[in-house]
């Protein structure tokens, strides 16, 4: 699939009848499947009121990082900066939350929702220096769709 295409699949998966964890569990699958260096994919979001993100959906390998407090680790740095994070290299970054030896480089991208930053969609993968806009621009059209649905 192309990233027209992509974004058309994911799209659909957003817009159609199913439940809110339906289709996240879906748009997961749908990116660690059509594209070949993204080797987990997950959502997390604000754990109600506390200072912390709760792991929510996701493909790929179970993590014991089901609970970040906001500011560690690549992901709490996006629950505070409400910037997109990419990671060409995690062996570059101090402030990193290792989800084991293979990951090499990782991208996470805000939800928004009236302003709010309300969580974020994660990717790991085992290649470094992998992302390039296009990543930034499909998953962030992939988190306005999903702004819509929470
Ligand atoms: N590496 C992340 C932790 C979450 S896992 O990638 C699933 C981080 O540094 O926040």
Redesign the pocket.
Known sequence: MNLSQLKESAANIISSNETKSFKLQAICNLLKSEISYYD?V?F?FKNGDKKELK?AE?A?EP?E?TI?PFG???????AVSNENFV?QD?SA?E?????GWK?KS?I?IPIFVNGKNIGQI?I?SHTVNPFTKNDELLLEFICTKISHII
């Open positions: 987990w997950g997390y792991l996701f790929g993590t990082h970040i560690k680790g690549i992901c709490g740095q996006v990671v995690v970054q402030n990193y939350i290792s989800c990951v990782e996470v994660d790991d």
